[in-house]
């Protein structure tokens, strides 16, 4: 069995959707069962696997036919251009959570001077914004220990450790002082939605997904309270979800501290993010 062979073999276990999608999967999990990067595969196709490198190959592919999410398994992921760990412990970064991060680098002129990251997870959205703007400071904030620590470890890793403060919070409730920004993808997702969910979001943390009953619980919370964080006309960004425009619309208006209250449209043309400033 040379790395040509295995190829061959993981991207035909793997082929339930498109083969280029199969085949991206097979060469990542053949890379990471050889302990080599994708691009060094084609150095030398006809090399032989080893007996420990084949069954790791075929514990992974096993695995991922089982559902278990492509991230998990080979432990790292790729976010604007930021090289992440993942694991069970925190959701895996979207890519319409990319486009967040880019619709806010691209509506700051001049970069904000304090940043809130709320329910940061792996640290995608703040790692990616501290990058984007190194004269700036940020606090990120999570309820879990284990994020926060994953969160730390892939902020070392891509430089900006030293300008984030990582606090262990249910959202607000150990925060004080005032930011300019304020960004959060908290939890959305309908309780009941979950139990009939792709069998990929089983593997991912319940708390980073269930947005309760209705999906708004973290949404209205951090709505509610984010005022008192805010300096004036300090910025307020959400991810939501695709049916969620018009009540969290709603909900900013409800508050009454909100002015240039927006929902904008992700690259597919779904309700996915709110924008809103806060009045003088």
């Known amino acids: 069995m040379t790395i040509r ?4 073999w993981a991207t035909e276990r793997l082929l339930q959707g498109s083969r280029e999608a199969a085949r991206w999967e097979a060469e990542w999990m053949l890379a990471h069962a050889l302990g080599i990067e994708r691009f060094e595969l084609y150095a030398s196709p006809e090399r032989p ?4 490198e084949w ?10 036919c089982a559902g278990e999410p492509l ?3 080979i432990g790292h992921t790729e976010f604007y251009s930021c090289r992440l760990e993942v694991a069970p412990t925190t959701l895996i970064p979207r890519p319409e959570t990319e486009e967040l991060v880019e ?3 691209r509506d700051y002129v001049v970069a904000p001077a304090d ?6 997870g792996s640290g995608a959205i703040v790692i990616a914004l501290a990058r984007a703007w190194p004269a700036s400071s940020f606090v990120a904030v999570d309820l879990s220990a284990e994020a926060l620590a994953l969160a ?3 902020a070392v890793l891509n430089g900006v450790a030293e300008r984030i403060r990582f606090v262990r919070s249910d959202w607000f409730s150990d925060i004080d002082g005032e930011f300019d920004l304020i960004v959060s993808n908290p939890p959305y997702v309908p309780t009941t939605y979950l139990t009939y969910a792709q069998r990929e979001l089983h593997y991912e943390p319940r708390l980073a997904l269930d947005g309760g009953e209705s999906g708004l619980e973290a949404l209205a ?3 509610r309270a984010s005022p008192t964080y805010l300096g004036s006309h300090g910025a307020l960004y959400l991810e939501i979800g695709c049916d969620q425009g018009a009540r969290v619309r709603e909900l900013l208006h409800q508050s009454g501290a909100f002015e240039q209250i927006e929902i904008l449209q992700d690259m597919s043309g779904h309700d996915r993010f709110a924008r809103a400033i806060k009045q003088e």
Do not use: C, F, P
Not at 49 to 52: G, I, R
Not at 115 to 120: A, E, M, S
């Open 71 to 73: 991230q998990y398994l």
């Open 5 to 8: 062979d295995g190829m061959r």
């Open 103 to 105: 619709r806010i680098v």
């Open 55 to 64: 069954a790791r190959l075929q514990k992974l592919i096993e695995r991922r």
């Open 152 to 154: 730390h470890r892939n």
């Open 221 to 223: 919370r951090i709505i």
């Open 115 to 120: 940043v809130l990251d709320l329910g940061t």
């Open 49 to 52: 696997l080893s007996q420990t």
